[in-house]
């Protein structure tokens, strides 16, 4: 995989791109996350496709010059596709990047959309016994950590069961996220509270998306907190989608579950190019 940027609307983007030949798929990362979301899928040998990632402004290498936002993100990502001119049949969005994904394939940038574990309007309230002010309340925390308790409990409830010693380590890696978060408060502060917890821009935006019910298919952990998977199912329900909900699995699916993500993604592919 080649490390490569572009200047797209006033940021400096950085990605990396595959090249062997198979189809090329796009994929999109998360809030505060990076190209590298999904290192565990890019490293399996049994992969039919291309990996394409990119990091969104304010995140991994990329610049942040603009004011982020839900928008941002998805011009960003349309920009990279009308540039780099690469051809994508199948986009893949994590978390926030479900967004973008919707956005590319609404616009018929792609073909296809598989959603993992989605930003969507029902989020708040999918929860058993929580209020959506609690939802907001806890995601706030979660999000953008004050401090080492919220970070903790966010890096744990990220994972759902242990792997790679990461429950082991996890004093270690609250601490880093939490030094991640502070220096970035001022730049996400506006994404998380006026959009991602935002039940008014939920319902209206985030809806809006999923209502052009274009192709695409949602993957996501059965025991996710973050997105919970209710949220996810009666999306698919309303709309007739297929989903694929995994046990034993939380929201970093990507690390967790690798093997089903890429069972799934050369499943897509091959109905694509058949």
């Known amino acids: 995989m080649e490390k490569k940027k572009i200047n797209l609307l006033n940021e400096e983007i950085i990605y990396v791109e595959e090249n062997t030949g198979k189809p090329k798929v796009l994929f999109l ?76 394939l609404n616009k018929n940038y792609v073909k296809k959309a598989l959603l993992a574990a989605p930003i969507n309007y029902n989020i708040l309230n999918t929860i058993a016994k929580e209020t959506i002010n609690q939802s907001i309340e806890r995601l706030q925390k ?26 082991k380590n996890i ?19 506006k994404i998380v509270r006026h959009q991602i917890i935002n039940p008014e821009f939920l319902k209206k935006e985030i809806k809006n998306l999923y209502k052009e019910n274009k192709d695409y ?13 209710l949220s996810v199912a009666k999306i698919a329900n309303e709309y007739n989608k297929n989903i694929i909900g995994i046990k034993d699995c939380g929201h970093a699916l990507f690390f967790e579950k690798p093997q089903e993500i890429n069972d799934k993604i050369n499943s897509l592919v091959y109905q694509l190019n058949e």
């Open 217 to 229: 298919e949602f993957i996501t952990g059965i025991n996710d907190l973050f997105v919970p998977f």
């Open 142 to 167: 979660w999000l953008l950590p004050s401090n080492i308790e919220d970070a903790t409990d966010s890096s744990n409830n990220l994972v759902y069961k242990e792997k790679n010693n990461y429950k």
């Open 29 to 104: 990362h998360g809030f505060n996350s990076s190209y590298n979301f999904a290192n565990q899928v890019y490293r399996l040998e049994n992969r039919n496709y291309d990996i394409v990632a990119f990091d969104f402004p304010g995140c991994g290498e990329s610049s942040n010059n603009n004011e982020i936002s839900v928008e941002l993100y998805q011009k960003i990502s349309e920009e990279f596709i009308k540039q780099t001119n690469i051809n994508f049949d199948l986009v893949i969005g994590h978390s926030l990047g479900g967004a973008s994904a919707l956005y590319l």
């Open 171 to 189: 004093s270690k890696i609250a601490s880093v996220f939490l030094k991640l978060s502070q220096n970035k408060e001022k730049y996400f502060a």
